[in-house]
């Protein structure tokens, strides 16, 4: 079955540290996986997908397939960038999988 | 990227009435999907709307709580029946536009009382 973890509910940083939202996730294919971010009072949006291995308001996220993770970092913290994140998997379309998410708040 | 919109943006209902909320999109789609999200949860899919047959269902959710109609491929509606405070909840429409990646509209929060 598919199945994506979050194991922070809530990750608190300084503004200007680096931050990682931890994705792990259960697939028996090949899986799609996603990041997407919610702003307070914000619709729900997409932040990057692995498959364009892009960079994001400078967030990045590689695919581990050994691992079985998609964590998403970046270097340098920034407080427009306190939000929810998720991470998403999909068969290629079908049957997106959310995790539960993690709340970042980044402070001055 | 596209433009979703979803009508109501929330309402107040009392228990043991329905509920339509509608999600229109700006351009034509050929999947659409409902989701819920309901207090401190994730996002879980209802069903998969597909304009010409009938809606997909996920395990959990029946047509009988949750109809759904696709008349056209820019529309659709999701029908909250005979509802419960446990249905208290925020539904999302999204689209894929098959570019295999989902777009939502701004949600529709719900509180039963």
């Known amino acids: 079955a598919q199945r994506v973890t979050q194991p922070e509910k809530l990750l608190s940083v300084f503004k200007g540290a680096p931050v990682e939202l931890k994705c792990n996730y259960s697939?028996?294919?090949?899986?799609?996986l996603f990041w997407y971010v919610q702003y307070s009072r914000q619709r729900l949006q997409l932040l990057l997908r692995?498959?364009s291995r892009e960079s994001i308001k400078g967030f990045t996220a590689d695919l581990n397939k050994g691992e079985t993770s998609f964590h998403l970092k970046k270097p340098f913290a920034q407080e427009e960038d306190s939000a929810m994140y998720y991470c998403?998997?999909?068969?290629?379309?079908?049957?997106?999988?959310f995790g539960p998410g993690t709340r970042l708040s980044v402070l001055p | 990227s596209a433009v979703i919109s979803q009508k109501p943006s929330r309402d107040i209902c009392q228990r043991g009435t329905s509920l339509t909320i509608q999600c229109q999109v700006d351009?034509?789609?050929?999947?659409m999907f409902w989701y819920r999200q309901q207090p401190g949860q994730s996002l879980t899919l209802i069903a998969t709307a597909n304009q010409g047959s009938e809606a997909t269902y996920e395990s959990g959710f029946v047509i009988d709580k949750f109809p759904i109609s696709r008349p056209n491929l820019t529309f659709s509606t999701l029908t909250v029946s005979n509802m419960s405070p446990e249905d208290s909840s925020i539904y999302l429409c999204?689209?894929?536009?098959?570019?295999?990646?989902?777009?939502f509209g701004p949600g529709t929060r719900l509180t039963v009382l």
């Open positions: 697939y028996s294919g090949s899986p799609e």
């Open positions: 351009s034509q789609v050929t999947m």
């Open positions: 999204s689209v894929d536009r098959g570019e295999d990646t989902q777009y």
């Open positions: 998403a998997l999909s068969n290629y379309g079908q049957n997106f999988v």
């Open positions: 692995h498959i």
